[in-house]
């Protein structure tokens, strides 16, 4: 199935809503492209919201992953670990 595109999110606002969809399971692919194009400018304030709401979405969607026994989930852990380390500009 082709995924509609979602907008890149550059400020926190669509980095929650972005992160929402994610945390949701509400379309993967998509989700997964957004986030490896958005930029986010990291300053006091917002940096330590952006870093709560991104654990905790992390940790939702691996919470999901073990208690449904989810064989991916290691896929799940190398995804965000591309993101966060190799694909993600700050």
Same mark, same amino acid.
């Given at each position: +199935?082709?995924? %509609?595109?979602?907008?890149?999110? !550059?400020?926190?606002? $669509?980095?929650? $809503?972005?992160? =929402? +969809?994610? !945390?949701?399971?509400?379309? =993967?692919? %998509?989700?997964?492209? %957004?986030?490896? !194009?958005?930029?986010? $400018?990291?300053?006091?304030?917002? %940096?330590e919201r952006f870093a709560k709401k991104l654990t905790d979405t992390i940790n939702a969607r691996m919470n999901d992953a073990t208690d449904t026994e989810n064989l991916a989930a290691g896929c799940f852990s190398t995804m965000w670990f591309y993101v966060l380390v190799q694909g993600h500009r700050f």
């Open positions: +199935m082709i995924s %509609a595109p979602i907008n890149p999110p !550059r400020i926190y606002s $669509e980095w929650v $809503e972005v992160l =929402d +969809m994610l !945390r949701t399971k509400a379309d =993967d692919e %998509a989700v997964l492209q %957004a986030l490896l !194009r958005g930029t986010v $400018e990291w300053q006091s304030g917002v %940096a």
